[in-house]
């Protein structure tokens, strides 16, 4: 585990760099391996010394090229490609050290507007938190209370945590006035070294290692890609005629996401990569042609569809069809997982799954969970792809599949099992479905999971209104997983929450198979499909 803190100051010209000098020989003393992460530098970077000064003094000057996110220019000319920028340069950079200091804006940085708003999003999006530094000099308690002040709440309003505060240059005369508001204070008197000590010294140990809850969509996914290549994966992609494939193959193998292999003809997919301008070097490509594959695999498909009387040369003209091809690749072991869709309905992607690749043991019937990147945390929604009317057998096995995936991808399961009435007080098949599902789920869940319902849309997130209509359920106004009783819910539900609120849908991710398999949107962009190879990765780790 890396531990990280942004390090910013409030304002310009702070003595910023005497402090975060004074803190690197603390880290120092403290953790075995310390790197600084700048994250916006100069253009050229050998213009930014302060930056290059902190990298020298934790012995680090070879990383200038590589520990910092983006440049200034770089920032004003496209805000959203330089913050993606920042936080993947971040996480390819810091899983190397036990602790991180991030730089914000130090002494000589340029002041621009909205530049307290742009510094909590970006400490939002590295899923840490800040330590600010306030001047004090010349100022009153109540003047370095009320900029201490205004840098927390706007910090707090775009979903960033302060740490501690350390104001240099402070009057003798200031009061602990921060630490009795919860946020720790370090004061630094005009005429004290900058040497942090004793409880000063906890307090800035404690900044580092205190971290964020805060998961914004660019952290998750920036996560994903770590998960990803912790543990290396073959995936196949059987649609390598689509651009948006060779683009994403380009992207996955340049970041070591996973190993890929692409169904085609070698020359004619590398001719088409070289007119996109990308290289896909490193994938394998496998023929849909090749003897000794289809022999293979028509044999195995043939076997395991015999009751239903598939004979050898019906499942020779199967495995013409890539979705076919690619499943009996992940079946017989030559990958782990497959994503397609891209070109694919998501009945011709996942049909042959079921035909060969088959349910968990376990499992009452195959879903599809949609991971949904709110603002600051991660939702899951199930089932919004597959199932158009679970059974309560069924939508008891959605629940606990979808609280597993919560899990796998870092969200604590508090299932939620939606519906129009909240406890006993509606009626009807529909809520008595839910009601009954819910029982089920309970019965069969592992232990320690939460599961609830029936349970509306409002009383499962907003704790005032459970507070009214669930008072006792340690699901409402807190879940992270939300059950719908229908596909017609679902889909509704998920594409009503992400047009309307911004969010961002990752999926489907489908459970409960044997092998991960996964659909893509025919308008997907390499983005997503990036994500879903991650997904799939992860999946079969």
Not at 163 to 169: C, E, G, L, P, Q
């Amino acid at each position: 585990m890396t531990y990280s803190v942004y390090f910013t100051a409030a304002e310009g010209n702070t003595g910023t760099q005497a402090v975060a000098s004074a803190y690197v020989k603390l880290l120092k003393k403290t953790y075995d391996k310390v790197g600084i992460f700048r994250a916006v530098t100069t253009d050229p970077v050998e213009n930014d010394m302060p930056y290059l000064q902190l990298l020298d003094e934790v012995g680090r000057m070879d990383d200038k090229d590589r520990a910092w996110g983006t440049t200034r220019n770089a920032y004003v000319a496209n805000e959203e490609e330089a913050t993606n920028d920042v936080v993947n340069r971040y996480i390819d950079y810091a899983h190397e050290f036990d602790a991180v200091l991030i730089l914000g804006l130090l002494d000589g940085d340029p002041l621009n507007p909205a530049m307290t708003t742009r510094t909590a999003r970006a400490i939002a999006n590295l899923g840490t938190s800040a330590i600010v530094v306030v001047s004090g000099a010349m100022r009153s308690a109540s003047q370095v209370e009320v900029v201490a002040d205004l840098t927390v709440e706007e910090f707090t309003a775009n979903y960033a945590d302060t740490s501690a505060i350390v104001v240099v240059d402070a009057a003798d005369d200031l009061p602990d006035k921060f630490r009795h508001e919860g946020i720790p204070t370090v004061y630094l008197p005009d005429n004290k070294a900058r040497v942090f000590a004793g409880e000063d010294a906890d307090i800035m140990i404690s900044a580092m290692e205190k971290g964020s809850d805060v998961v914004t969509p660019l952290l998750f996914q920036a996560n994903l890609i770590v998960r990803a290549r912790s543990n290396k994966k073959r995936i196949v992609m059987p649609e390598a005629e689509d651009d948006r494939i060779l683009l994403a193959t380009a992207q996955l193998l340049a970041r070591g996401v996973a190993d890929i292999t692409l169904v085609g003809e070698e020359e004619t997919v590398k001719a088409q990569a070289a007119g996109l301008g990308v290289n896909v070097d490193g994938a394998e490509i496998v023929s849909i042609n090749d003897p000794e594959r289809v022999k293979k695999y028509a044999e195995k498909f043939a076997e395991l569809r015999a009751k239903k009387g598939v004979t050898y040369e019906q499942a020779v003209a199967k495995m013409q069809d890539p979705s076919y091809f690619g499943t009996m690749m992940v079946y017989m072991g030559d990958a782990d997982g497959m994503v397609s869709g891209a070109n694919n309905t998501t009945a011709n992607t996942i049909v042959p799954s079921f035909q060969t690749i088959k349910m968990k043991p376990g499992t009452k019937t195959v879903s599809g969970a949609f991971l949904m990147l709110m603002d600051d945390r991660v939702y899951v929604y199930a089932d919004c792809a597959v199932n158009l009317n679970p059974t309560p057998e069924e939508l008891a096995g959605i629940a606990i599949d979808s609280a597993r995936t919560a899990k796998q991808f870092g969200v604590e399961p508090r299932v939620a099992m939606l519906s129009y009435s909240t406890g006993e007080s509606g009626k009807g098949p529909d809520v008595d479905l839910v009601r009954e599902a819910t029982r089920i789920a309970q019965e069969q869940a592992p232990e320690g999971l939460k599961i609830d319902g029936p349970l509306q849309y409002d009383a499962s997130v907003d704790k005032a209104v459970a507070a009214k209509k669930a008072p006792n359920s340690e699901v409402a106004g807190r879940a992270t997983v939300f059950v719908f009783p229908n596909l017609n819910a679902g889909n509704i539900g998920y594409k009503a929450v992400q047009r309307s609120s911004g969010a961002v849908a990752v999926g489907p991710v489908l459970q409960g198979l044997n092998k991960p398999v996964n659909d893509l949107s025919r308008s997907a962009l390499v983005e997503d499909i990036v994500n879903t190879v991650a997904i799939t990765a992860i999946q079969a780790q």
